[in-house]
């Protein structure tokens, strides 16, 4: 059974930063893409980035550009999202997924952690 | 960006109804389209992928179809626990984008 565990979350000043981990279990973690996902408040799924198994390829949605840098750690079959210059808009759950693979890695995403709450305020 | 419009909002029905969701892309998408379920407090869950593919340990009653533009999940015979926010969601273009879900209540 595959797991994914979320930590990091935490209540943080607008201009701070944070970073989000998340460990998997129960899978060979480099075959599969990983991703992140958000939530606001009573609010619908936003993709936030995602990363090729291997770590070579990373995509990034434009709201958090330049500020989120996701990365993996094949070795401890961890994946990171490093948030910088925090924004209340950025207040959500952050989930981790994994990604689908048949006939190479595939965006979708079938196995979720329970979430890390990331809160942006003053 | 693709936008994904999902429709209606909200569809009330009664256990043993069907259902059926709408997700419009504002581009062709071909046919890489996912539907995921979330309840309450709960994460996601993918229920189908590539428009028409039940993921692992998804019931028979829940079915998706379309291609290009327009989407369809169906639910063929609503239960207790099929009451809850669906979203759709394509992977054809980067940014990968989310539909804003469609509620299905208990009527």
């Known amino acids: 059974e595959v797991r994914l565990l979320e930590s990091g979350g935490a209540l943080v000043q607008p201009g701070g930063s944070l970073r989000l981990s998340c460990v998997a279990s129960?899978?060979?973690?480099?075959?599969?893409?990983m991703t992140w996902v958000r939530q606001a408040p009573g609010k619908g799924l936003e993709w936030v980035s995602s990363i090729s198994g291997s770590g070579s390829g990373t995509y990034y949605a434009d709201s958090v550009k330049g500020r989120f840098t996701i990365s993996r750690d094949n070795s401890r079959d961890t994946l990171f999202l490093q948030m910088n210059d925090l924004r209340a808009e950025d207040t959500a759950i952050y989930y981790c997924?994994?990604?689908?693979?048949?006939?190479?890695?595939?965006?979708?995403?079938?196995?979720w952690g329970q979430g890390t709450l990331v809160t942006v305020s003053s | 960006e693709i936008l994904l419009t999902q429709s209606p909002a909200t569809l009330s029905l009664s256990p043993g109804d069907s259902a059926t969701l709408s997700c419009r892309a504002s581009q062709s998408v071909s046919r890489f389209v996912a539907w995921y379920q979330q309840r309450p407090g709960q994460a996601p869950r993918l229920l189908i992928y590539?428009?028409?593919n039940r993921a692992t340990g998804i019931p028979a009653r829940f079915s998706g179809s379309g291609s290009e533009t327009d989407f369809t999940l169906t639910i063929s015979s609503l239960e207790a626990e099929d009451f809850a926010v669906y979203f759709c969601?394509?992977?054809?273009?980067?940014?990968?984008?989310f539909g804003g879900g469609t509620k299905v209540e208990i009527k």
């Open positions: 590539d428009t028409s």
């Open positions: 997924a994994k990604g689908l693979n048949y006939a190479g890695m595939v965006y979708f995403f079938d196995s």
């Open positions: 129960g899978l060979d973690y480099t075959r599969y893409a």
């Open positions: 969601q394509q992977r054809s273009n980067w940014p990968l984008t």
